[in-house]
Every structure is written in C-alpha cells, then in structure tokens.
C-alpha cells in the first residue's frame, strides 16, 4: 500500500472538481464519499442533492476562525492511498478505516475532538484521495509535519492487519518520484516514460565508465541532450542541467533538471567522486588473471574483462569488511549494467535494460561509496562503452553469457549485503535486477551453447566416456545431475578445450564446483561452462575442432599460476 502526500493546494473545489469528475482519459469510475471528519458530510457522487460546493463550504469552515491576514495560503491537504496490483479489491467500509487511520497517524485529526476536517473519495476499485482542510476546529494549525514518513509507518501496519501487499519500508536515499503532473504530460505527449525518468536513465548511461566531467558532460551532449552548467566566479564547475529537446513550458523554453534532482547521487559532486584515480592495489594480480584468447573481438574482450572485474567485485563484497568500499561496488556495478544495456544484442537488450533500471534503486544507500576501491568495475564499464555494440554472434554473444552469468552472482550478493544491514528496498530492487539478468543470459547463451552443444555431440564416443568419468572423480555428488541435464554435451566440448589447452580437467571442475555451491542451479553444466571458459582462459565461443579419436594424455598447465584461487561457496539460485 503507497500512501503520497502531494503538494498543498489553495482551491478546496478545484480538487473537488478533480475527483469528482471523470479524469484525465475517463479513468475515475463511480466517485463517490467513504469517509469524512463528522460521518455526515454531503457526497455530490451518490446524492443527487448535494452539491461539490456544499461540500467545500464544510471544509473550509475552520478558515473563519482565523483572521484574513493569518490564514495559510496553501491551506488544502491531499494524500493519496493506493493498494497494490496484487491485492484484493476492498470494500468501502475497508477504505473508510485506512482513511482514519491515515488523518490520525499523520496529525490531520488524531482523535482528539477538534482535529481538521476531511474528507475520502474512493473512484477506482484500488486507492482513494483525502482531501483536508489546515486549520483545525480549534483555529490552530495542525501538527502534520513529516507526514510522509508517518503515512508510511501506518502503511506498513495497514498491511499487516489487512493481509496486503508487504511493501518494503524506504530509508530516504530514493530519488524522487515522478508526480501525477509530469506522467500526464507524458501521456498527453505520447511519451513511454515521464521526461524526468528519460533523463534519469540516459544521464546514468552517459556517467557509465566516464573518466572526467569533461567526458562525462560530452557524453550527455551526444546523447541529444540539453545541458546548462553552472560556474563558480573561480572558474570552477558548480553544477549541471539537463533537458530533453521536445519537452517545454508552456513559454516553449526547455524544461530542465538538476542531477541531484534526478537521483540523489547524480549531482556533480557525487558525480565528480567517482573519477579519483587514487585506487587500492587490484584485488587479483596479473598473474591470476585468465589469458585470454589470441585477437579476440572488441566486445568479446571487453566482456571477458567485465567478467573478471565482476569476479573482483564479488570477492570484495565476499571478504571487505570496508562498508564504504562494499558500497562503491555495488553502485560501480550499474555502470556495468548501464554499459551492457547500451551495447549489447537487441534480442537481450530490453531485459538488460530492465535491469539497470531495476537496480538503480540497489546502488546506493545511506553508506557512503568509497570509489578509489571499484576502479576495475569502472573502467571495466569504460571498455564495454568505447568497444561498440556487440552483434550477438560469435564470442560476443557467449561473451555476454560469460558475463552476465557472474553479474548474477554479483546481484545476488548485493541483494544479501542491504539484507545484512535492513536496506530493504535495495535488497529487492537487487533480487529484481537478477530475475532481470536470468532472462537476459537465456536469450544470451542459446546460440553459443547450441554451438558447444553440437560439438559435444561430434566428440567420438570413448572421449565422452573419458570426460563423463572425469566429472564423476571431479563431482561425485552431482556428476549423474550433470550428465543427464541438456547442456552435458557443451561442457564436454568445454572439457576437451580445457585439455588440449593443457589443463587439467579434473582440476579445473574440482576448483570451478567449490567456487560457489550448484545443487540449487537450474542448470549446473551450464554454470561450470562459463566458469571453466573463464577460469581456463578458453575462448568463450570456443570455434576449434575437437578431436574424434582417443583422449589427449593430460598435462599439467604450464603455469598454473595462471587460475584465480579458489571461490568461497554462495547460493546461485538460477
């Protein structure tokens, strides 16, 4: 249930006429009272003898107890309650209780017999509007600050005692709704979004990966934006504002936005944190870093380097017990996303970009982000900007599966972090980025574990046999799982890679499987592929021949100094 106090009005019958009338597109079925201070105000919805004026007078009554020049210019209260799309359709009785419950909780009229006047008017099946008067019987003004905060409280007890909807309780670093004025202009103009959410999106897009303001403020010029900067008398940045060309006053000048009114970690300030090259030393030196396949493609390598930043990032949310740290992190790991929707496939894009939208309400918190610790997330995003759209073929394609695999991971453990520590808005918002990041890596990795698949099948039969005997000594408890499941085939391509490479394949299982734990995955092979391909240094679409004849003798790696150490075990629920 979403409880919105909107701004004080001065017109008690303009409001009236709105939520008595028929709505912007004929949306308000059946206005109608549930409601009201006394129990016996008139209702112009259902009496035929009742007038919208008769009920305005009522309200405002109280104004004539305070002289003229003391009354309050902006004297009309109105908050809105809606149910959730889920919930069950409530009575008007039912409506007609939440309604007292919220004047009381937020000091309108808390029962103490000379509260201010009110009145709720239910015209859809799933929220009402309450409309009050500021002035109470008495002549005083009410105690009605931080009513936002207090409708929430009752909201949340509201649902409990009614069965609703749990709706996770907010800490104050939202960015800033959208309000009912700006989505009508949208829909007024035809727009998909309200242009404050179009600009939100393309500004995070721009700040994706970017090095400097300067590279960053060319980013949103290119992006088609309108930008305003403000300059201190020392020359230097104040700040910035943005406008969509198409989107004006009604003077026809363009209607622009500061960052920081976008989201609260988009004013330049903020903006200007995530630029410092003063970085801790890399979480995985050189040497642990996977080699990579000999003149892959730009998007293929830049997603191979996104993998291994994620991995970075994932250890660092696993062991650093720096909070600061943690929560650069997770937000560096939007720009990741941001860079992916705006590169990737068209077939995984829409999810992709679901995602990112998603998780913006994951990336930040009261925690402050130290982000000298997520440069490699950071300049990870830069490449995947700079390299150019992937065509969703090829090692692009399994690139983006490769990444996208540990960028589940990554949400996930951001989901657990705000757990940890009761940010439970982020903590959803995180687990909804993942859902998103499934479906994007299913439309990701068809093509190229197709591939593997039907190389899988072309390997003669005794190598099979081989390989299907490694995964038994290498996954004792899972190996029947594993053999009897789709992607079997692509792993034993993955598996002859991995020894004609030079590794050792039971090795390399042993270490993949007690990375994180499988037995909760949709698909185990499919996990071990990507981290196998990753951890081997394999081409990701992996296009060589495999042998047909009898298994290779198996070497050890030249240096197996090469693989990253061992993950410690998490849940990857697929």
């Known amino acids: 249930m979403i409880p919105r106090i909107h701004k004080q009005g001065s017109r008690t019958l303009g409001l009236l006429h709105y939520l008595y009338g028929k709505g912007t597109h004929e949306e308000h079925v059946d206005p109608h009272l549930v409601a009201s201070f006394d129990h ?139 309000t ?46 309108l930008v305003r900067t403000r300059v201190l008398p020392s020359g230097d940045l104040q700040g910035y504002k943005v406008a969509l060309p198409d989107d004006r006053n009604g003077n026809k000048e363009p209607i622009y936005y500061a960052g920081s009114t976008l989201a609260p970690d988009l004013s330049l300030p903020r ?6 090259t003063d970085s801790t030393p890399p979480e995985t030196t050189d040497s642990e870093r996977p080699e990579r396949p000999s003149a892959p493609s ?23 017990g720096d909070d600061g740290a943690a929560a650069a992190q997770i937000s560096a790991t939007g720009e990741i996303l941001n860079a992916l929707a705006k590169t990737s496939a068209l077939h995984t894009r829409n999810e992709l970009r679901q995602a990112a939208w998603e998780y913006e309400r994951a990336s930040y918190s009261h925690t402050r982000a130290k982000f000298r610790h997520a440069q490699d997330l950071r300049r990870a995003a830069r490449e995947l900007v ?22 589940v991971f990554l949400t996930i453990a951001a989901a657990h972090w705000h757990a940890q520590r009761h940010h439970a808005q982020q903590a959803e918002a995180a687990r909804r980025t993942a859902a998103h990041l499934r479906a994007a890596y299913q439309q990701a990795a068809d093509e190229p574990l197709a591939v593997l698949s039907e190389r899988g099948r072309r390997i003669a039969p ?4 081989h390989h299907a005997t490694t995964v038994r000594a290498a996954l004792p408890e899972l190996a029947e799982t594993v053999l009897a499941e789709p992607g ?46 990753r951890t081997a240094g394999l081409p990701a679409y992996a296009p060589a021949a495999i042998p047909t004849t009898k298994p290779p003798t198996t070497t050890p790696h030249p240096n197996p100094a090469h693989r990253p150490p061992p993950e410690t075990p998490r849940a990857h629920r697929r």
């Open 462 to 465: 005794s190598l099979r046999r």
């Open 40 to 178: 016996l105000a008139p209702d112009p919805g259902r009496d035929p003898g009742a007038m919208k004026k008769d009920l305005q007078e009522l309200l405002d009554q109280p104004l004539h107890l305070v002289e003229a020049d003391r009354r309050p210019e902006k004297h009309v209260w109105h908050c809105s309650v809606r149910a959730a799309p889920d919930d069950p359709i409530l009575t008007d009785e039912q409506w007609g209780e939440i309604a007292r419950r919220m004047v009381a909780a937020t000091g309108i009229d808390p029962g103490d017999g000379a509260g201010c006047r009110w009145a709720a008017v239910r015209h859809a099946d799933d929220h009402i509007h309450i409309i009050a008067t500021l002035v109470r019987e008495d002549g005083r003004r009410p105690d009605h600050h931080y009513s936002g905060k207090r409708a929430q409280a009752e909201a949340r007890l509201i649902e409990a005692d009614y069965g609703l909807h749990r709706v996770a309780p907010g800490d104050g670093t939202a960015a800033k709704r959208t």
């Open 386 to 407: 700079h390299s150019g759209p992937a065509l969703g073929q090829g090692e692009d394609g399994a690139g983006t599966a490769m990444v996208l695999d540990m960028l």
């Open 180 to 225: 009912s004025a700006e989505r009508h202009k949208a829909e007024r103009q035809g727009r998909d979004r309200a242009p404050r959410e179009e600009l939100r999106e393309t500004v995070r897009r721009a700040l994706a990966g970017a090095a400097s303001t300067d590279e960053f403020l060319g980013r949103l010029k290119d992006a088609g934006l």
């Open 271 to 276: 903006i200007q944190e995530r630029f410092t």
């Open 488 to 533: 079997w085939h692509a792993l034993a391509a993955t598996l002859a890679d991995a020894e004609r490479a030079g590794h050792n394949p039971r090795a390399l299982l042993a270490e993949a499987a007690a990375r994180r734990e499988l037995d909760t995955a949709d698909s185990i092979s499919d996990i071990l592929i990507w981290r196998l391909r």
């Open 298 to 320: 730009a998007p293929a390598a830049a997603r191979r380097t996104t993998a291994h930043a994620a991995w970075a990032a994932l250890l660092a949310l696993d062991h650093n």
